[in-house]
């Protein structure tokens, strides 16, 4: 891990700077695989799945045999423990309906708003060397409640050309209506554009690798909606002589075993720490399946320390974590000064573990420090709202004046005109 003292603001641009791909060779790439899935469709995928994937598909979609199998296959104790993230995952999202409110702007207008569910939602899980099933609860869950009427998902599959069973458990236990055998970029690709097996939908959403994101980014240029540009996975911990060493350097390995391009902060308000948490690291990292992994993020992770609080919660908001861990003796009082984060975990027992799979919060969430404008995925995501509003005879007397003088004032006059019709033909009456 890469150490700094107290660093300027100066120098902050830098250290908040999360590595990418050199973008000319990201985009050029991404745009190939986008235009072979156009052109050719499920031949196209076939293909790039058997070049990225390393096996050949020839079913693209999930039979309900396989579903059924996968269901088989899991213990008992697994299935209980999704159905428990389950249900506290649709309890916070259901308390996130809204009523429609109806409000008299002025005499006899009367306006409101109305939610209505995204009709089509494409869901992208990652596969490979681990299959966010967790993220198929995060994001099928908000699209039950909204009511959207198709729920496509897309995940890759592995080299014996089957999904992860608990992918498939979890995706029909909230609702999925059609899962297909397609990940990476020429997943994002099927779902913004359709092919002759999988459906095009109007909203992509679901986390992934650098092309992943990238292609969703792309497909926007169309028209297809998603949720937010969010990349590789990203932690910050802020600790001070309250925070538990040992808990600390758990939460930073959960974060870098997710993947080599993970990002790891860990901030420091007492340099103390330092030595006691990086010797847990390293007696932690021993007893992981994904040490090497983790070793290859936490190489290019970083330490901060600063001497005053008021510092640190200033590079916190302009590091803009996707998940903050705040470890303080104050934590109320520094949490209530974030403004730029994801999804915030407060005290020593509330690791960011916890969020990623069960407490009722999704785990959806902007990165790459773009929690200083995108909030995670919620049930407004599944939704749009459109606005109403009636005008009696009365309202157009009200306020159809006003909008005359503001209409010639710009040089509509056929906008003008068409309040003007109005109030003459009622003063006729």
Not at 88 to 93: A, R
Not at 337 to 366: C, K, M, R, W
Request: some cysteine; charged content about 20%; glycine content about 6%.
């Amino acid at each position: 891990m890469k150490i700094y003292t107290n660093p300027s603001a100066e120098t902050w641009k830098e250290l908040v700077q999360r590595p990418q791909i050199e973008l000319s060779f990201l985009e050029s790439s991404v745009r190939n695989i986008i235009n072979r899935v156009r052109k050719s469709g499920d031949q196209a995928i076939r293909e790039l799945t058997l070049q990225f994937d390393k096996v050949s598909v020839q079913a693209l979609q999930v039979t309900p045999a396989e579903i059924a199998e996968a269901e088989k296959s899991l213990s008992e104790d697994l299935k209980k423990a999704i159905r428990t993230a389950a249900a506290n995952i649709e309890k916070f999202h259901a308390a996130q309906k809204r009523d429609v409110v109806e409000l008299e702007t002025t005499p006899g207008v009367r306006c409101w708003r109305k939610g209505v569910p995204i009709s089509k939602v494409g869901i992208y899980i990652p596969g490979g060397s681990a299959p966010l099933f967790s993220t198929v609860l995060m994001l099928g869950i908000p699209a039950k409640l909204a009511a959207c009427e198709e729920v496509i998902l897309c995940t890759p599959p592995d080299k014996n050309g089957k999904i992860n069973a608990a992918i498939l458990f979890a995706a029909q236990l909230v609702g999925v209506t059609k899962i297909f055998k397609a990940g990476g970029a020429q997943a994002i690709a099927a779902l913004a554009y359709g092919t002759e097996t999988i459906p095009a939908v109007y909203k992509i959403f679901g986390p992934g690798n650098q092309y992943v994101t990238k292609a969703k980014q792309i497909v926007t240029e169309d028209g297809v909606a998603i949720d937010m540009p969010a990349g590789p996975s990203e932690v910050l911990v802020m600790a001070d002589e309250t925070a538990n060493p040992k808990f600390v350097a758990a939460d930073l390995l959960s974060q870098a075993e997710h993947g080599e391009d993970s990002q790891v902060m860990l901030v420091l308000l007492n340099e103390n720490l330092l030595k006691p948490i990086q010797e847990e690291i390293a007696a932690q990292l021993s007893k992981l399946p994904r040490k090497a992994i983790a070793e290859r993020a936490l190489a290019a992770s970083s330490v901060v320390s600063f001497a005053d609080r008021k510092t640190a919660v200033s590079f916190v908001n302009a590091y803009a974590p996707e998940h903050l861990i705040i470890n303080l003796k104050d934590t109320d009082t520094v949490a209530a000064q974030i403004v730029n984060a994801g999804s915030v975990f407060l005290g020593n027992f509330s690791p960011e573990a916890i969020g990623d799979y069960a407490s009722g919060t999704n785990h959806t969430l902007p990165t790459n420090g773009y929690a200083k404008a995108y909030a995670g995925v919620s049930l407004e995501s599944f939704m749009k709202y459109i606005t109403f509003q009636q005008l009696t005879a009365e309202g157009i007397r009200n306020l159809g004046p006003s909008v005359e003088q503001m209409a010639e004032a710009e040089q509509l006059i056929g906008h003008k005109m068409a309040v003007r019709v109005r109030l003459e033909q009622l003063s006729t009456n």
